[in-house]
Protein backbone atom coordinates (compact mmCIF):
# COMPACT_ATOMS: atom_id res chain seq x y z
CA UNK A 1 0.00 0.00 0.00
CA UNK A 2 1.61 3.46 -1.01
CA UNK A 3 2.12 5.75 1.51
CA UNK A 4 0.78 9.45 1.78
CA UNK A 5 2.53 11.61 -1.22
CA UNK A 6 3.12 15.37 -0.94
CA UNK A 7 4.59 17.28 -4.20
CA UNK A 8 6.77 18.42 -4.90
CA UNK A 9 9.87 18.01 -2.26
CA UNK A 10 11.41 21.14 -1.98
CA UNK A 11 9.83 24.72 -3.41
CA UNK A 12 11.31 28.01 -3.63
CA UNK A 13 8.99 30.97 -3.49
CA UNK A 14 9.95 34.86 -3.56
CA UNK A 15 7.69 37.38 -0.89
CA UNK A 16 4.50 38.20 -2.03
CA UNK A 17 4.05 35.33 -4.43
CA UNK A 18 1.20 32.51 -3.77
CA UNK A 19 2.15 28.45 -3.98
CA UNK A 20 0.07 25.45 -3.99
CA UNK A 21 1.32 22.16 -2.46
CA UNK A 22 -0.43 18.55 -3.47
CA UNK A 23 -0.76 15.75 -0.95
CA UNK A 24 -2.34 11.86 -2.18
CA UNK A 25 -3.44 10.19 1.33
CA UNK A 26 -3.06 7.13 1.74
CA UNK A 27 -5.86 4.73 -0.40
CA UNK A 28 -8.99 4.39 1.76
CA UNK A 29 -7.84 7.61 3.84
CA UNK A 30 -10.46 9.98 4.20
CA UNK A 31 -8.99 12.49 6.49
CA UNK A 32 -5.86 14.74 5.56
CA UNK A 33 -4.53 17.01 7.95
CA UNK A 34 -1.66 19.99 7.30
CA UNK A 35 0.74 20.77 9.83
CA UNK A 36 3.74 23.28 9.36
CA UNK A 37 6.92 22.48 11.29
CA UNK A 38 9.73 25.40 11.94
CA UNK A 39 12.31 25.18 14.30
CA UNK A 40 10.65 27.73 16.93
CA UNK A 41 7.53 26.83 16.31
CA UNK A 42 7.54 23.19 16.21
CA UNK A 43 4.56 21.23 14.60
CA UNK A 44 1.46 23.32 14.41
CA UNK A 45 -1.68 21.93 12.90
CA UNK A 46 -3.36 24.03 9.99
CA UNK A 47 -6.51 21.98 9.01
CA UNK A 48 -8.01 18.96 8.03
CA UNK A 49 -10.27 18.18 5.92
CA UNK A 50 -13.01 14.87 5.48
CA UNK A 51 -14.56 13.64 3.00
CA UNK A 52 -14.27 17.26 1.21
CA UNK A 53 -15.05 19.05 4.12
CA UNK A 54 -12.49 21.49 6.48
CA UNK A 55 -13.66 20.03 9.78
CA UNK A 56 -11.09 21.63 12.00
CA UNK A 57 -8.56 24.71 11.30
CA UNK A 58 -6.01 25.98 13.22
CA UNK A 59 -4.87 29.67 14.11
CA UNK A 60 -3.37 30.90 11.16
CA UNK A 61 -3.99 33.24 9.02
CA UNK A 62 -6.21 33.64 6.23
CA UNK A 63 -3.52 33.71 3.58
CA UNK A 64 -3.42 29.68 4.54
CA UNK A 65 -5.75 27.78 2.70
CA UNK A 66 -6.82 23.93 1.86
CA UNK A 67 -9.00 21.88 0.22
CA UNK A 68 -9.88 18.45 -0.81
CA UNK A 69 -11.26 17.09 -3.65
CA UNK A 70 -13.83 13.62 -4.37
CA UNK A 71 -10.70 11.05 -4.42
CA UNK A 72 -9.35 12.24 -0.98
CA UNK A 73 -6.39 14.13 -2.10
CA UNK A 74 -6.18 17.57 -0.80
CA UNK A 75 -3.72 20.95 -1.83
CA UNK A 76 -2.97 23.62 0.82
CA UNK A 77 -2.11 27.48 -0.80
CA UNK A 78 -0.25 30.04 0.97
CA UNK A 79 -0.94 33.74 -0.59
CA UNK A 80 0.84 36.28 -0.32
CA UNK A 81 3.92 34.69 0.70
CA UNK A 82 6.13 36.31 3.82
CA UNK A 83 9.37 35.02 5.07
CA UNK A 84 7.67 33.80 8.35
CA UNK A 85 6.30 31.20 5.88
CA UNK A 86 9.70 29.49 5.16
CA UNK A 87 8.73 25.46 6.73
CA UNK A 88 8.28 22.12 6.13
CA UNK A 89 4.59 21.61 5.15
CA UNK A 90 3.73 18.14 6.47
CA UNK A 91 0.54 16.19 5.36
CA UNK A 92 -1.03 13.59 7.36
CA UNK A 93 -3.69 11.00 6.39
CA UNK A 94 -5.76 8.98 8.68
CA UNK A 95 -8.84 7.07 8.40
CA UNK A 96 -11.47 8.83 10.30
CA UNK A 97 -9.34 11.46 12.10
CA UNK A 98 -7.04 12.36 14.60
CA UNK A 99 -7.89 10.19 16.74
CA UNK A 100 -6.67 7.10 15.03
CA UNK A 101 -3.44 7.31 13.89
CA UNK A 102 -2.06 9.49 11.23
CA UNK A 103 0.59 8.76 8.82
CA UNK A 104 2.74 11.58 7.91
CA UNK A 105 3.84 12.46 3.82
CA UNK A 106 7.68 13.68 3.60
CA UNK A 107 6.89 16.74 3.68
CA UNK A 108 7.27 20.06 1.07
CA UNK A 109 10.50 22.41 1.66
CA UNK A 110 9.54 25.64 1.27
CA UNK A 111 11.72 28.56 1.70
CA UNK A 112 10.46 32.12 1.02
CA UNK A 113 13.69 34.71 -0.33
CA UNK B 1 -4.32 25.48 23.56
CA UNK B 2 -3.31 22.20 24.76
CA UNK B 3 0.43 21.52 25.23
CA UNK B 4 2.62 18.80 25.67
CA UNK B 5 5.52 18.70 27.33
CA UNK B 6 8.68 16.95 26.23
CA UNK B 7 12.01 17.30 28.38
CA UNK B 8 15.12 17.55 27.94
CA UNK B 9 15.30 19.00 24.46
CA UNK B 10 18.02 16.62 24.27
CA UNK B 11 19.36 13.26 24.89
CA UNK B 12 22.79 11.54 24.50
CA UNK B 13 23.11 7.84 25.48
CA UNK B 14 25.89 4.91 24.46
CA UNK B 15 25.02 2.23 21.94
CA UNK B 16 23.19 -0.54 23.85
CA UNK B 17 21.82 1.63 26.84
CA UNK B 18 18.25 1.72 27.17
CA UNK B 19 16.36 4.99 27.04
CA UNK B 20 13.07 6.29 28.82
CA UNK B 21 11.51 9.70 27.56
CA UNK B 22 7.58 11.47 28.71
CA UNK B 23 5.53 13.82 27.75
CA UNK B 24 3.10 16.07 30.06
CA UNK B 25 0.06 17.38 29.77
CA UNK B 26 -2.16 20.30 31.96
CA UNK B 27 -4.92 18.22 30.17
CA UNK B 28 -6.59 14.54 30.16
CA UNK B 29 -5.79 13.20 26.42
CA UNK B 30 -7.74 9.98 25.44
CA UNK B 31 -4.88 8.99 22.82
CA UNK B 32 -1.19 9.10 23.32
CA UNK B 33 0.86 8.82 19.82
CA UNK B 34 4.72 8.19 19.74
CA UNK B 35 6.50 9.73 16.69
CA UNK B 36 10.19 9.51 15.02
CA UNK B 37 11.51 12.06 12.56
CA UNK B 38 14.39 11.27 10.57
CA UNK B 39 16.21 14.68 9.07
CA UNK B 40 14.21 15.76 5.93
CA UNK B 41 11.65 13.60 6.17
CA UNK B 42 8.31 13.56 7.25
CA UNK B 43 7.17 11.91 11.13
CA UNK B 44 6.92 8.43 11.17
CA UNK B 45 4.35 6.87 13.81
CA UNK B 46 5.73 4.03 16.56
CA UNK B 47 3.37 3.65 18.95
CA UNK B 48 -0.57 4.39 19.33
CA UNK B 49 -2.15 4.22 22.87
CA UNK B 50 -5.82 4.48 23.25
CA UNK B 51 -6.49 3.38 27.50
CA UNK B 52 -5.40 4.76 30.31
CA UNK B 53 -2.95 1.96 31.72
CA UNK B 54 -2.22 0.72 28.67
CA UNK B 55 1.32 -0.53 28.08
CA UNK B 56 2.37 -1.45 23.88
CA UNK B 57 5.36 -2.95 22.82
CA UNK B 58 6.86 -2.32 19.21
CA UNK B 59 10.05 -4.28 18.77
CA UNK B 60 12.65 -2.56 20.86
CA UNK B 61 9.99 -0.18 21.71
CA UNK B 62 7.51 0.17 24.72
CA UNK B 63 5.21 3.13 25.66
CA UNK B 64 2.36 3.08 28.18
CA UNK B 65 -0.86 5.64 28.70
CA UNK B 66 -0.45 7.06 31.82
CA UNK B 67 -3.28 6.23 34.67
CA UNK B 68 -3.90 9.80 34.91
CA UNK B 69 -4.43 10.39 31.25
CA UNK B 70 -2.23 13.59 31.52
CA UNK B 71 1.27 11.46 30.38
CA UNK B 72 3.02 8.91 28.49
CA UNK B 73 6.52 7.32 28.44
CA UNK B 74 8.04 5.96 25.56
CA UNK B 75 11.19 3.42 26.46
CA UNK B 76 14.09 2.06 23.88
CA UNK B 77 15.72 -1.01 24.74
CA UNK B 78 19.52 -1.62 23.69
CA UNK B 79 19.64 1.39 21.64
CA UNK B 80 21.43 1.27 18.24
CA UNK B 81 22.63 3.73 15.91
CA UNK B 82 19.75 3.94 13.64
CA UNK B 83 17.58 5.49 17.01
CA UNK B 84 19.00 8.65 16.30
CA UNK B 85 16.59 11.29 15.45
CA UNK B 86 13.56 13.48 17.03
CA UNK B 87 10.75 12.02 19.10
CA UNK B 88 7.64 13.61 19.24
CA UNK B 89 4.50 12.68 21.45
CA UNK B 90 0.90 13.73 20.13
CA UNK B 91 -2.54 13.46 20.61
CA UNK B 92 -5.76 15.19 19.78
CA UNK B 93 -6.69 17.37 22.33
CA UNK B 94 -10.53 17.21 24.10
CA UNK B 95 -13.16 17.75 21.94
CA UNK B 96 -10.76 18.16 18.83
CA UNK B 97 -10.53 14.80 17.42
CA UNK B 98 -9.77 15.63 14.01
CA UNK B 99 -6.34 17.71 14.91
CA UNK B 100 -2.79 16.18 16.82
CA UNK B 101 -0.83 18.39 19.46
CA UNK B 102 2.48 17.88 19.23
CA UNK B 103 5.37 18.03 21.87
CA UNK B 104 8.53 19.90 20.76
CA UNK B 105 9.85 16.58 20.02
CA UNK B 106 13.65 14.91 21.98
CA UNK B 107 17.00 14.60 19.78
CA UNK B 108 18.05 11.58 20.51
CA UNK B 109 21.75 11.09 19.80
CA UNK B 110 23.62 7.34 20.19
CA UNK B 111 27.20 7.30 20.71
CA UNK B 112 28.94 4.13 19.06
Known amino acids: KAGVTQTPRYLIKTRGQQVTLSCSPISGHRSVSWYQQTPGQGLQFLFE???????NKGNFPGRFSGRQFSNSRSEMNVSTLELGDSALYLCASSSEGASTEAFFGQGTRLTVV | GQQLNQSPQSMFIQEGEDVSMNCTSS?????WLWYKQDPGEGPVLLIALYKAGELTSNGRLTAQFGITRKDSFLNISASIPSDVGIYFCAGPPPGANSKLTFGKGITLSVRP
Open chain 2, 27 to 31: SIFNT
Open chain 1, 49 to 55: YFSETQR
